[in-house]
C-alpha cells in the first residue's frame, strides 16, 4: 500500500491568511491617511521654498544694502511687499533682481510653479517676512504656525483647534 503525503495548505488555509493580510493592511491605510502625508509632502515643499526665499532676500541685502523690492533712491509705500504673493508685479520683480544677483537660480520661478502662489511675504526697508499657509493638519499644529499673512503674531494660532484653522501662516523672519 502506498503512503500519501500531503505538502502545502489548503486552500480554507490559504483564504484565511489572505483575509487577515487585508485587514492588516485596511488597517494600516487608515492608519497612515495616505491624503494628509501628500498635504504633509507638498507643506513640506512651500517650506523649503518659503526659507530660500527668505534666505535669498537676506543675502540681496547684504550685497547690495537695500531690499530687492525697493528701488535704488529709496523704500516707498508702493513698492513695500503686504501680504504680497510671489506672483504680484511687486515681488515677481523683487524675484527677478534676486535671480540677477546670482542668489536664486535662473530656473526658479518655473521649478516653484503654483506653489509662488502659496508664499506670502511683507517687507520694510530693512527686514522681510515670508509666510505660507499649511494644509496638513500636522503643519497646521506646528508651534512656527502662530502668525498671521503679515507675520504678525496671532494670539489664537495655533490654539486648540489648530487643525481646522484656516488663518494660521507658518512664517520665516
Same mark, same amino acid.
Given at each position: 500500500?502506498k503512503?500519501?503525503?500531503?505538502?502545502?495548505?489548503?486552500?480554507?488555509?490559504? $483564504?484565511?491568511?489572505? @483575509?487577515?493580510?487585508?485587514? $492588516?493592511?485596511?488597517?494600516?491605510? *487608515?492608519?497612515?491617511?495616505?491624503?494628509?502625508?501628500? %498635504? %504633509?509632502?507638498?507643506?513640506?515643499?512651500?517650506?523649503?521654498?518659503?526659507?530660500?526665499?527668505?534666505?535669498? /532676500? #537676506?543675502?540681496?541685502? *547684504?550685497?547690495?544694502?537695500? &531690499?530687492?523690492?525697493?528701488?535704488?533712491? @529709496? +523704500?516707498? @509705500?508702493?513698492?513695500?511687499?503686504?501680504?504680497?504673493?510671489?506672483?504680484? /508685479?511687486? &515681488?515677481?520683480? !523683487?524675484?527677478?533682481?534676486?535671480?540677477?544677483?546670482?542668489?536664486?537660480?535662473?530656473?526658479?520661478?518655473?521649478?516653484?510653479?503654483?506653489?509662488?502662489?502659496? /508664499?506670502? @511675504?511683507t517687507?520694510?526697508?530693512?527686514? #522681510?517676512?515670508?509666510?505660507?499657509?499649511?494644509?496638513? %493638519?500636522?503643519?497646521?499644529?506646528d508651534?512656527?504656525?502662530?502668525?498671521? /499673512?503679515?507675520?504678525?503674531?496671532? !494670539?489664537? +494660532?495655533?490654539?486648540?483647534? +489648530?487643525?481646522?484653522?484656516?488663518?494660521?501662516?507658518?512664517?520665516?523672519?
Open positions: 500500500m503512503k500519501k503525503f500531503l505538502h502545502g495548505f489548503t486552500l480554507i488555509e490559504l $483564504l484565511i491568511v489572505i @483575509a487577515l493580510l487585508g485587514a $492588516l493592511a485596511v488597517g494600516l491605510l *487608515a492608519a497612515l491617511d495616505p491624503f494628509e502625508q501628500l %498635504k %504633509k509632502g507638498n507643506d513640506t515643499s512651500v517650506r523649503n521654498l518659503v526659507s530660500e526665499v527668505h534666505g535669498s /532676500v #537676506i543675502r540681496y541685502y *547684504a550685497l547690495k544694502s537695500l &531690499m530687492p523690492y525697493c528701488d535704488d533712491a @529709496a +523704500c516707498t @509705500a508702493d513698492t513695500l511687499p503686504s501680504g504680497d504673493t510671489l506672483t504680484t /508685479v511687486v &515681488m515677481s520683480t !523683487a524675484v527677478s533682481s534676486i535671480v540677477t544677483t546670482g542668489e536664486l537660480k535662473s530656473n526658479f520661478q518655473s521649478l516653484a510653479g503654483n506653489n509662488l502662489q502659496r /508664499v506670502f @511675504a517687507g520694510t526697508s530693512d527686514s #522681510i517676512r515670508v509666510c505660507f499657509q499649511p494644509t496638513s %493638519k500636522s503643519f497646521r499644529c508651534p512656527n504656525t502662530k502668525y498671521d /499673512v503679515y507675520g504678525v503674531d496671532d !494670539a489664537t +494660532c495655533p490654539g486648540a483647534a +489648530c487643525g481646522t484653522s484656516t488663518t494660521c501662516y507658518w512664517c520665516v523672519q
